[in-house]
């Protein structure tokens, strides 16, 4: 049943020399607000509440939350909501406390789906430094023409700075991962891109068949004639790639085919 549960919700305990690195990491002072996704039994709650923070974790686990509500009984700057964060209402967190710093070792399953969700409101927050596997981190961060870059790196550095801080190999977790993780450091662009609705379905489309030029890698509902003739009248060279753009030009490029910009 452990085992189960463990692999369901993504269990991978961190030990306690690397939770002490990486919650030192995260460069908040005393009285800040912290948002915890995925405390686990508290590896990194409890060093980050030793520095006196007021944090808030969010975990889906109900067994977790026994455990942290024994651990930390007598801390008074430890709150919790046993909930699934996908589920949680970030919004209303956000609205009630002056920008906190977001953290976590993320569960890898849903990690993307945290990232991608968090990356609208990251500019009513700190940033977020976090763990997730190291392939993700380094889609994450990835520039522009890099092996790695791809819609979810220009999702994330459309609002974010990133940087890969940490590489962590499995054998600091228990059960050990089969993958290695990383943590990542990512705070709000000082002039963050206004993406319309619509944009990042537009980004992902265009990378459907990456390898190909832009004019061939779209997948649907997009017209190669249409996307042709942006690429001419932004005088982009015929054989541009989606990895060759940047969140700006995807931004110019949508604006032209989308909306008739
Ligand atoms: N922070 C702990 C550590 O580093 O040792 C545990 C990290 S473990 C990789 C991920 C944690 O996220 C687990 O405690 C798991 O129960 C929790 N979790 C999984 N899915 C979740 C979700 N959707 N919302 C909130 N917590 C979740």
Known sequence: ??????????????????????????PASEGEAVLEIGPGHGALTEHLLNRGVELTAVE???QCVAVLNEKFADRK??????????????????????????TGNLPYNVSTAIIAGLMPRLHLT????????????????????SSNYGSLSVLVSAFADTQILRKIGPEHF??????????????PRANALQAPEGFFDFVRAAFTQKRKTLANSFGRPYDKKKIQEAIELLDYP????????SPEQFLEFYRVIVQGA
């Open 174 to 187: 228990t059960p050990k991962p089969n993958v290695d993780s990383a943590t990542m450091l990512l705070t």
């Open 60 to 62: 889906i686990d109900e």
């Open 126 to 145: 700190k940033g977020f430094m976090g763990m997730v596997q190291l392939e993700v981190a380094e889609r994450i961060c990835a520039s522009p023409c």
């Open 238 to 245: 015929t054989t541009v790639r989606a990895e060759e753009l």
């Open 1 to 26: 049943m452990d085992r189960a549960r463990r692999r369901k919700f993504g269990q991978n305990f961190l030990d306690v020399p690397t939770a002490i690195a990486i919650a030192g990491d995260l």
């Open 77 to 102: 700057n430890f709150h919790i909501e046993n909930i699934d964060f996908l589920k949680f209402d970030l919004q209303k967190f956000l609205d009630e406390h002056e920008k906190p710093w977001v």
